[in-house]
């Protein structure tokens, strides 16, 4: 049982990162931006990627779904954050999954063009030697 893992998704929205589209879209519009201004926290959270959304919403149901258990929630509720909980992290596996797939196909395309750049730069070598 881990309470409150949805605090790590959390800080990773909310930590201070300026966005440079926000800065410009400040100075379009006549705000003038003293230093890096932070963008509103609603911001944040429409541009945040969705696996950390995913974990955010899987920690919260987690912790309804636990305060159920212990009596602090009621029943019903804890019982459908619990079945949203698990929806959320089988989503989570396979969104993860995805990533995983896509990061295996760019590598193995990086990996083909290293090749190729070996071979051709191998056979320059070999013309030049004969």
Known sequence: MILFNWLAPLSQI???????SFSAMQNKFGKQAKGK???PLL???LHAPPPVL???LNGLADDISTFSKLGIVNKKLGNRAGRFADWCWFSATI??????Q?????????MQESECVL???Q????????
Do not use: A, W
């Open 14 to 20: 909310t930590q201070p990162q300026p966005v440079d």
């Open 37 to 39: 201004q932070q963008p």
């Open 43 to 45: 911001h944040k959270f």
């Open 54 to 56: 995913l974990d955010l």
């Open 95 to 100: 969104v993860n999954l995805v990533e995983l």
């Open 102 to 110: 896509v990061e295996r196909g760019i590598l193995g395309g990086m």
């Open 119 to 121: 071979c051709e730069e």
């Open 123 to 130: 056979q320059y070598y070999d013309s030049e030697m004969c």
